[in-house]
């Protein structure tokens, strides 16, 4: 093999060499595509929370009560027979006496004549007057008794409790437990690398897809590009 046959065949291969380093060195320096994860699902995370409430309202109801009530009453009131000196107007039965006094004395002037007439007559005054006082005091302690028999009435107030029914209002108050759905941000389904991963974030994305730098989601950008459509 000549010489230069020799020469030529190094040189080309090392030509070739060459190039293929700097296709492999161009494809080294050459930025890598970028990558991106792809957003599968949204879904609003929230859980049921019970909380207390009071609730009250205003209830009727009968209920019997014990009310007092003045009540006019007759009663009756007895007077009492007057008794003692001071029972009669007259107290020595004078008037009795005084009568009975003369028609004794009337009575015995008729009786014998002279000496004998004026002794009758004293002594019919004498017996006259006593038998007077007698009569005067049966009668005055008839008339007391018939005054004291009587009966009178007098109206009086007593106080008497009487049951009556009435409505009073009460306030009833009871607690109830009330359940509501309490909002806790959105789970983020998403595809990276061929693997499904969830991610819980307080806002939903807006975007299909969001890019990975450094294996890292991007998630700010999601936000970001959600920003205008809310403003708009």
């Not at 002279?114 to 038998?131: C, D, E, F, P, Q």
Request: glycine share 12%; aromatic share 4%.
């Amino acid at each position: 093999m000549s010489k230069s046959i020799i020469v030529g065949s190094s040189l080309a291969v090392l030509g070739l060499g060459g190039l293929a380093f700097g296709a492999w060195q161009v494809q080294e320096n050459r930025a890598p595509e970028p990558q991106f994860a792809e957003i599968l699902d949204v879904a609003a995370a929230t859980r049921s929370v019970e909380r207390p409430r009071e609730v009250c309202e205003d209830v009727e109801r009968v209920v019997s009560v014990e009310v007092p009530v003045e009540v006019p009453v007759q009663v009756p009131v007895t007077q009492a027979a007057p008794s003692g000196p001071g029972a009669s107007q007259d107290p020595h039965r004078v008037v009795g006496t005084a009568a009975g006094a003369i028609v004794g004395g009337l009575l015995g002037n008729q009786v014998g004549g002279g000496s004998g007439k004026k002794l009758a007559t004293v002594a019919g005054a004498i017996g006259g007057g006593l038998a007077g006082r007698e009569v005067q005091n049966r009668v005055e302690a008839r008339q007391h008794a018939q005054a004291g028999s009587q009966v009178q009435y007098e109206t009086r107030y007593e106080t008497r409790y009487e049951t009556q029914n009435q409505t009073v209002t009460e306030r009833q108050c009871q607690t109830v437990m009330e359940s509501h759905e309490e909002h806790l941000g959105y789970d983020v389904t998403y595809r990276l690398n061929g693997e499904e991963l969830t991610r819980r974030m307080e806002s939903a994305p807006q975007a299909e897809r969001l890019p990975v730098v450094e294996g890292e989601v991007q998630w700010q950008a999601a936000l970001q590009e959600a920003e205008p459509q809310r403003e708009g």
